[in-house]
């Protein structure tokens, strides 16, 4: 099945009707995969389906247009219900291209043992020319994993954006002004699920969009929106605008330190916080009172604590300080350790047990990898005395702490 959408834009994906499992939940309605095939002078396929359908998809091409004539393959995002057909795809396709982002051609040449292939690295605002049509790609990061791009067909004013904008349901009638049944609580529940985790990106994505003409929104899951494809754009604005937009979220940072390397490890947190527009306070316990501390904390959206290791436990009046936190009914705020040592540094993991024992809501790796799947390690943050590397990750920390809060 193969459906025009466009001039000369085919829909050539994949409904699938099943209860898909994905992400530890099953999509009870199923989903599609929507692939497009743009038939120019350098014909160019955007998006494949789930690896679960490569033979299917490449027959079903073949209907339209013999593989091997395909001059471009656009990959936007790398999760193989998108990405999966492309072995199969690639393997016809012989001469094709593939065009990704940095990140994304990586993961590509790793995931599908491509590295023979020529890739074509795309960043933001670059554009390609199809032979007849022009596409300009927009990096969108975190939408929805890390070397996420939107394809733009200037001619078509079409937006491809792949997980964006997407709906998981089985949408045999494919647009969204033929649609028998109500889909717009499976669109923002989509959003919820997917979408919502990486709000600041969101927000960052759209400010992307703004300027361009979009008379249709072309994603991999669910409806191709050519029905007032504005208000879908207008729906992720404000679902992505906080309830309490206008209010500054707050982080404060304390510490105690020996010889000033976790001080180095603060300012390198607040720095990349601040980079977020949350407001930080950041206090040295030397000079500070424990409990006016616990007081600014309780009253603060997030808190990091740190303290450098001296045999084996932490250092100055940090215990103080975590004893006077629990029992203090700040459950579930987001809190995180952090410290400078030498060659164990076990008070980071002093501080992260009373964190957890005080109810909140511990900021680590396996936090970030679950939540919003950051493949580095953050949190907690230990860095190896001051080392110019662990100091540049506490920035990133901060950063990625900081966009948790917003
Ligand atoms: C007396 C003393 C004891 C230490 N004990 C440990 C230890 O048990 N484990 C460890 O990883 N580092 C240990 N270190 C190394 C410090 O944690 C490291 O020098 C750290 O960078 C100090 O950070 P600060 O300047 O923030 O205090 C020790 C250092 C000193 C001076
Ligand atoms: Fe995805
Ligand atoms: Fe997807």
Redesign the pocket.
Known sequence: MNIKINEKVFWIGKVDNRKVPFHRLILEKGTTYNSYLLMTDKPTVIDTVDIAFGKEYVDNLKELINPEDIEYIVIN?V?P??AGALPALAARAKKAKIVATGLGSQLLKDMFKLHHREFIVVKDGDTLDIGGKTLKFFETPYL??EETMITYSIEDKALFP??IFSTHIAAEELFNDLAKGEYLEDFKVYYQL?MSPHRPYVRAMLEKLKGLEIDMIAPSHGYILRQAPGSFIELYDEMSKTSDNTRQKSVTIVFSTMTGNTTKIAQRLAKGLEETGVKTSVFNLKNADVTEVAEVIRESDGVLVGSSTKYADMVGKVEELLKALQGSGDTKKPAAAFGSYGWSGEAIIHIEDYLAKAGYRVINQNYLVGAIGVDEQLFPLRVKFDREEGLNTAEKAGKVFGELMN
């Open positions: 995002h999760e219900d998108h929805h994993t792949c997980d997917i």
